[in-house]
């Protein structure tokens, strides 16, 4: 096996993704307090699921997974 070697990095960004108890606490904590921005969300039955926020050239992912049902 012959290994290429590297010319360079591929990997433009890596995002943290956390699951988080109650996401409304969440972003409240993130945008109010630390200045991130809500850029992409994902909403189900009204309810904020999912959300990437993004501060400068810093991201981080936020996702609430359901309690009850077969999703929990």
């Given at each position: 096996?012959t ?7 591929n ?8 699951a988080?108890a109650n996401?409304e ?9 630390l200045?991130?921005?809500m ?16 501060q ?7 996702q609430?997974?359901?309690k009850?049902g077969?999703?929990?």
């Open positions: 096996m290994l290429v070697p590297n010319t360079g990095a990997i433009k960004q890596a995002v943290p993704f956390f988080v996401i606490e969440s972003v409240r904590y993130y945008v109010d307090g200045g991130f921005k850029t992409k969300q994902w909403v189900v039955e009204g309810k904020l699921r999912w959300c990437w926020l993004l400068v050239d810093a991201a981080i992912m936020l609430e997974f359901p009850e077969h999703a929990a």
